[in-house]
């Protein structure tokens, strides 16, 4: 079945670690983004992509960095920059230029 | 993009029709209205998207004012799965960098 994996689906990690979280679809999407959200709030984008070697910051980069060498692959490494790092992490994919995404299940971040 | 002005909450009993309202005084001519839903700790679902006219598919109906400045999402039928948080999203479809922003949105409690 076509969609977007996200792994892991919980990762715990101690203050001061890098981790990467892996996005992965197979819907022959242009375009990808990593969102961040927090308890009771909205979603905020952190990196999107729309091709291949190219990426664009969102509105809450810093302390991310992300990369897409393959069309299918968007993972977001969570350096220790990154001042609060635990959140429920979402990735999702859409046909170029549109606004109907298509979401993972999420990654929830949690630093010790 | 424009903002979106979504009451927090909102009950409906299982079985009737519910309406949820969407402020969006200040669209500018090319913008779409976006519906997505968030069941909790899931990744956000797309629901449905219109320009002017009102449209309606699978999951719900769409009813956007003559003059644009608000929306209607209506779901038929609720059930008790139908309980999410709503968000309503403005956006440029073309030439867009694709960046939806979600507010705090509706949650919808569909009560038996």
Redesign the interface.
Same mark, same amino acid.
């Given at each position: 079945d076509g969609g977007?994996t996200q792994s892991p689906k919980y990762l715990f990690r101690k203050e001061g670690q890098n981790v990467t979280l892996s996005c992965e679809q197979n819907l022959n999407h242009d375009?990808m &983004?990593w &969102?961040r959200q927090d308890p009771? +709030?909205?979603?905020?984008?952190i990196y &999107?992509s729309?091709i291949v070697n190219d990426f +664009?910051k969102?509105d809450i980069a810093e302390g991310y960095s992300v990369s897409r060498e393959k069309k299918e692959s968007f993972p977001l490494t969570v350096t220790s920059a990154q001042k609060n790092p635990t959140a *429920?992490y979402?990735c999702?994919s859409?046909p170029y &230029?549109?606004?109907?995404?298509? *979401?993972?299940?999420?990654s929830?971040l949690t630093v010790l | 993009d424009a903002k979106t002005t979504q009451p927090p909450s909102m009950d409906c009993a299982e079985g009737r029709a519910a309406n949820l309202p969407c402020n969006h005084s200040t669209i500018s001519g090319n913008e779409y209205v976006y519906w997505y839903r968030q069941i909790h700790s899931q990744g956000p679902q797309y629901i449905i998207h219109g320009l002017k006219n009102n449209e309606t598919n699978e999951m719900a109906s769409l009813i956007i004012t003559e003059d644009r400045k608000s929306s209607t999402l209506i779901l038929p039928h609720a059930t008790l799965r139908d309980t999410a948080v709503y968000y309503c999203i403005v956006r440029v479809d073309e030439g867009s960098q694709g960046n939806l922003i979600f507010g705090k949105g509706t949650k919808l409690s569909v009560k038996p």
């Open positions: 977007i375009a &983004y &969102y009771g +709030q909205g979603l905020r984008l &999107y729309q +664009q969102g *429920f979402l999702a859409s &230029y549109t606004g109907e995404l298509f *979401f993972g299940e999420g929830r | -």
